[in-house]
């Protein structure tokens, strides 16, 4: 029930309808019996400015960050954590002393099922990621944290990879990172212990593409972790193509799930976030609840 004191949270993005956080955001409120409610708020970019000013006046606790603002944030914030610094987007904005603070909480999100269900010594491994955009470098960051010996970066685009590359020089992450065209995939494949795509190829309504062809995922290592960010449809056929080679899948739904919860906990200034409620909301948002 929504009440005169309900504090307020929300998404901004344009468009913002496709948003899946409001529906994990909301079961997870209304489990906790909490006076809040998360809102879809679609911000065109020329009304950016305004519209944060607008959110601090009606005392908003704190909002997600889609597309297209993650990086146009930034410059409106007061502080911005190192981590969100270094990945250079911010997706989860707290209202601090009244000042807006930004962080990511999407390399939380990826690493979670790293370093739980599949935690192992990752300092001699090596990571090979298909894509340079804005997912991909909280990939890397991410990598990075966990201690990947090498991490690579595949991309279409030579320039946009050369930017990629010369955005991490000031950083440590840029020591174990390197850059490759899609040529050089066929060399990559057979190294990499963990493979993730961060394309949108495969994505629903294209279930039938992927990034690797079949033919190609016949070089990955047994018992190598194929992760692909997407999570509509489950599995992809990345993740199909490798589950054949005998490798773990993890697809996106998990990082969805945990980047919401590292955002609830800094907004509700709280730990016990129902993290199965939030999953369960969205399987059966997604039509997954009877798939296991
Ligand atoms: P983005 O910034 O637009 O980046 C997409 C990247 O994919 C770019 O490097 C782009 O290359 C590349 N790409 C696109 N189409 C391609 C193609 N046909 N062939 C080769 N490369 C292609 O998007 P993003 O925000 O990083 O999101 C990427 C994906 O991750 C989406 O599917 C998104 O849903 C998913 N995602 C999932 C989560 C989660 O929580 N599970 C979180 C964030 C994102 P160019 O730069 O050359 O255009």
């Known amino acids: 029930m929504i009440t005169g004191k309900t504090k307020l949270l929300g998404v901004i993005g344009y468009p913002v309808g496709h948003s899946l956080s409001p529906v994990m955001h909301n079961a ?6 909490l006076d809040y409610v998360y809102l879809p708020l679609p911000i065109e970019p020329q009304n950016l400015e305004v519209a944060i000013a607008g959110l601090a006046a009606v005392d908003v606790v704190g909002f ?6 993650k990086q146009a944030i ?55 990621i298909l894509g ?3 997912a991909a470098r909280a990939v890397v960051a991410g990598c990075h944290q966990l201690g990947f010996a090498e991490i690579h970066v595949v991309g279409r685009n ?26 050089k995939l066929t060399q990559l494949i057979p190294q990499a212990d963990l493979l993730v795509n961060t394309t949108p ?15 190609e995922m016949t070089n990955l ?11 509509i449809p489950q599995p992809t056929k990345f993740l199909q193509y490798a589950q054949q080679q005998g490798a773990i899948a993890i697809d996106g739904l998990e990082m969805l799930v945990q980047q919401g919860v590292a955002a609830l906990k800094i907004w509700l200034q709280q730990d016990n976030i129902p993290v199965d ?4 909301a969205l399987r059966q948002h997604l039509g997954l609840e009877n798939r296991c």
Do not use: C
């Open 28 to 33: 997870a409120i209304a489990h906790l019996a």
């Open 64 to 69: 997600s960050v889609t597309i297209p603002h």
């Open 74 to 128: 930034i410059p409106l914030l007061s502080e911005i954590t190192p981590l969100a610094q270094a990945i250079g987007a911010v997706n989860t904005v707290s209202r601090k002393n009244n000042q807006w603070e930004g962080t990511n909480t999407d390399i939380v999100g990826f690493i979670h099922p790293l370093q739980t269900t599949y935690k192992q010594d990752w300092s001699q491994k090596i990571a090979v």
């Open 132 to 134: 340079n955009g804005g």
């Open 158 to 183: 030579l320039e946009k990879l050369k930017d990629f590359q010369q955005s991490w020089e000031d950083s440590p992450i840029g020591d174990t990172l390197q850059v490759h065209t899609w040529d």
């Open 201 to 215: 190829i495969g994505m629903y309504p294209n279930v039938d593409d992927s990034p690797v062809s079949v033919d």
């Open 221 to 231: 290592q047994l018992g190598a972790i194929a992760y692909d960010l997407i999570y």
């Open 277 to 280: 409620v939030m999953r369960q």
